[in-house]
Structures are given as C-alpha cells and as structure tokens.
C-alpha cells in the first residue's frame, strides 16, 4: 500500500463525521417515531438503494468471506446497525433533539473502545507519540463539547441521554475495529452492503421485540423522504464513504479523526441555533485540529502496523 493510499484515508473518514454531525438535524421531523422503526427504515432504504452497486462489487471480489468474516459482519450489524443508532437515536429523543453537547459525550468514549479492540484484534501497536496526541485530542474533545468542561446534569433526561450515548460509544466504537477487519480482503461497497443487509431484518427483530410492529405503517409520506435523504447523505453514503477510508487506515487512527463529529456539532449550534461558546470551547477547538493533524500523519508512515501491503481492489 503506497504512502499516498494511506494519507487520502484519514481526510475521508473526516468528510463522514462531518455529514454524521448534522445527522441530528435530519433526525429532528422523526422524533414521533420510535428509535426501533427510524433504525429499520433507514437501513431498508439505504440497503436497497446501495443493492446495485453491491452485486457489481461482489462480482469483482478475489474470495468469498470467510466464516471468521461472517461473524464479524454479523457482530457489526448487531453493534452499530442495530444497538449503536438505536441507542443513539433514543438519546436525541431523551433531550427532544437539541441538547447535541449532551448525546455527542460519545465520542469522548468512542475511542477508548475501539482502540482497545483494534489492539486485539488487529494488533495495532500504540506507540507514544500516538497516545500523547491521542489523549491531547480526547482532553480537548471534551472541552469543546462542555463550556469550561461543566455538564449540566440537571437538564431534563441528560443523564439518560449520557448512558445511552455510552452504550452506542461501545457499540460504535468496538465496531471500527471489526468493521476493518472486514475491509482489509474486501471491497467497501461489499462490507457497507453486508453490513444493510444484515441489519435490515435485525432491526426488524428488534421492532417485534419491542412491541412496535403496529408503528412500521405509521409513517407519514413526509418522514419517509427524510428518511430518503439521511440514507443520501448522513446514512448509507456516509458510511460508504468513511468504510472506504477505514480500509487504508487504522483503526486507532479513525478513531481519533472521528472526534471532527462532536467538533462540528458544536458549531452547528452557533450558526443554526444562535449558541454562544465559551472561550474555552474556541481554543479547544484548535487544539483538537491540531491533535487530529498530528494523529493522521502517523496513517503515512510506511509499514504502519495494521495496514496490509496488498488488498481487495476498491474500484466500487
């Protein structure tokens, strides 16, 4: 894998937290829904627009997955597909939508786990000059979601909102670990199409399990086509573009890279809802883009440890 693969992969996990950063927005016209029925909704349509490119990408693979390969798919599915954006989901209806500081605590704890898991399961070594830049990154990360790092917990449903967020951190964050596994052999577009079509009847699992089965023909016109446009943009896209940066990168390295989505959040705010930050927020900020900077350069570097020299091509 030359030098210039690995440097490009980083930008494109950012350009997926970037578009994942507004996904609360989209979210906002679905709060009626139950997080169950958002969850198999978005992944049936992202699962059917992304079918014809899936069967083109499958046709062209080298090998079929292994069984070892199949179960990670599977546990992915299960993690993120499922209990990651249902649990993500259910914290933004917790706080009506608005609190984004609250829900995106996840992301300060997304990357402890799957750097734990990349180290076992990839063996991703965490050199020195990663864990000084990786803690820098994760210190400032918080101080640009909480204003002089002070949580509110005595908002309406912030502690609820806060655990929930933790599980889907879990769910996410063991995810990227598992989901590079997937990748290092196989296409992008194969392992997003596995991961929407495994889900899809999952999640629907999850709906009977749930007792919201009646919910499933109570959307309206109107919430189906936002559900259109999160799988376009926030949803299936999304994730096809950062699966395709996380097959040239290691996974401790996206994990870092992916705090641009709380960063982001924040900012939203200012512009869309009038919020105000604290200074503090402004100069955590910059450090975070510093951090982040500084965590992707080491992607670069040649025989990065968990990057395969040769793979599946990626044309789709």
Do not use: C
Not at 11 to 37: E, K, M, Q
Not at 91 to 110: C, D, H, N, T, Y
Not at 146 to 170: Q, R, S, W, Y
Request: aromatic fraction near 14%.
């Amino acid at each position: 894998m030359t030098k210039a693969l690995r440097s490009y992969g980083p930008f494109l996990i950012a350009f997926a937290a970037l578009l994942w950063a507004v996904d609360g927005i989209l979210r906002r016209s679905l709060f009626s829904l139950p997080p169950i029925t958002i969850v198999f909704y978005e992944h049936l349509i992202g699962a059917l627009l992304i079918l014809p490119f899936f069967f083109v990408a499958w046709k062209k693979q080298a090998r079929s997955l292994t069984k070892s390969e199949w179960i990670v798919m599977v546990v992915v599915a299960l993690l993120s597909g499922v209990l990651g954006t249902l649990f993500f989901t259910a914290a933004l209806v917790r706080v009506g939508f608005i609190s984004f500081s609250v829900v995106f605590l996840l992301q300060k704890l997304q990357p402890i786990f799957a750097i734990a898991t990349a180290a076992i399961l990839l063996k991703e070594r965490v050199t020195l000059r990663y864990g000084v830049w990786a803690v820098v990154a994760f210190v400032a990360a918080y101080f640009v979601t909480f204003p002089a790092g002070m949580v509110n917990f005595g908002e309406t449903g912030v502690i609820a909102a806060a655990l929930l967020a933790g599980a889907a951190a879990f769910a996410w964050g063991s995810s990227t670990a598992f989901s590079r596994y997937a990748l290092i052999d196989h296409s992008h577009t194969v392992i997003t199409g596995l991961r929407f079509f495994i889900t899809v009847p999952l999640a629907f699992v999850g709906v009977l399990l749930l007792g919201q089965f009646s919910s499933l023909s109570g959307v309206e016109p109107g919430q189906f086509g936002r559900l259109f446009i999160i799988a376009l943009s926030t949803g299936m896209v999304a994730l096809w573009i950062y699966y395709r940066g996380l097959k040239v990168t290691q996974a401790k390295v996206s994990t870092i890279v992916e705090l641009i989505f709380p960063f982001t959040a924040v900012f939203i705010d200012i512009f869309l809802y009038d919020t105000v930050l604290h200074w503090s927020q402004y100069a955590a900020a910059a450090v975070l883009m510093l951090a982040i900077y500084q965590v992707s350069r080491l992607n670069q570097e040649k025989g990065t440890a968990g990057l395969p020299e040769t793979g599946a091509s990626d044309t789709l």
